[in-house]
Nanobody, 124 residues
Framework: QVHLVESGGGLVQTGGSLRLSCAAGEPFFSRYHMGWFRQAPGKEREFVAGISWFGDTTRYADSVNGRFTMSRDNAKNTVFLQMNTLKPADTAVYYC?????????????????WGLGTQVTVSS
């Protein structure tokens, strides 16, 4: 079982930045594609960003493309989400996810393992 723990959430002003981290407590971290999803109250959990096994491929939702950057440090079993120019619409619980497969998915149902989430709140 892959154990994922998110951290780095908090309260920021519009236009501010946060850096989320996701730590994976297992020895085969580099075998997994990793994703970030977010869910606002009453809404579906949506894809935010994804990164492939070696970090050579990234995917971003249109709503965050150009503002968010995902990266990974396989030596530390950690992935990151650098969030810049934050907007109130970015307010949500952000979840880290992992899956072992050939292609990098963007659908919630394609990810196997999930963290418990970290809250990001952007004030207007």
């Amino acid at each position: 079982q892959v154990h994922l723990v998110e951290s780095g959430g908090g309260l920021v002003q519009t236009g501010g930045s946060l850096r989320l981290s996701c730590a994976a407590g297992e020895p085969f971290f580099s075998r997994y594609h990793m994703g970030w999803f977010r869910q606002a109250p009453g809404k579906e959990r949506e894809f935010v960003a994804g990164i492939s096994w070696f970090g050579d491929t990234t995917r971003y939702a249109d709503s965050v493309n150009g503002r968010f950057t995902m990266s990974r440090d396989n030596a530390k079993n950690t992935v990151f989400l650098q969030m810049n120019t934050l907007k109130p619409a970015d307010t949500a619980v952000y979840y880290c996810a992992a899956v072992e497969r050939i292609n990098l998915p963007t659908r919630r149902q394609d990810y196997t393992y999930w963290g418990l989430g970290t809250q990001v709140t952007v004030s207007s």
